[in-house]
């Protein structure tokens, strides 16, 4: 499924993992449906969405379909963010003092045609006579 906006139509989707500070085993099923509603809540404050969400003791995986304006980083900082506040509130413990999630995370872009195909199909399209672009 496309996004359609005003000037432009996406299909941009990642795979998002998020740990926990030190990878501290801190997680149970309670506390990760509330990191899920939390995740839940910002997705739709900022316009994405979250496909798919799971979690283990220390870490999360959620799948997200977002708009080209905003940054993954963007998504993560808000995600992580708004979910240890919550979490603080919630007086679950925390790994380490203040913090819940390691400031690191993964992301990869998943889903459309593999490079190959790509690649192929780029190479496969005609150009202009006289264009000047030599072919790779």
Not at 45 to 72: C, R, T, W
Not at 118 to 130: C, N, W
Request: net charge positive.
């Amino acid at each position: 499924m496309y996004r359609r906006e005003r000037h432009s139509v996406t299909d941009l989707k990642i795979h998002l993992v998020c740990v926990t500070k030190y990878r501290k085993q801190v997680f149970t099923n309670e506390s990760l449906k509330l990191i899920e509603e939390s995740f839940l809540t910002v997705a739709s404050s900022m316009n994405f969405q979250i496909l798919e969400f799971h979690g283990e003791a220390d870490h999360v995986h959620a799948l997200i379909e977002y708009p080209p304006k905003i940054s993954i980083s963007e998504i993560v900082n808000a995600l992580k963010g708004v979910s240890s506040r919550k979490y603080g509130q919630a007086g679950l413990l925390k790994p380490h003092k203040q913090a819940l999630w390691s400031p690191s995370y993964f992301a990869v872009s998943v889903g459309g045609a593999p490079l190959e195909v790509l690649k192929q199909y780029i190479k496969e399209q005609s150009r202009p006579k006289g264009s000047g672009l030599a072919s790779h």
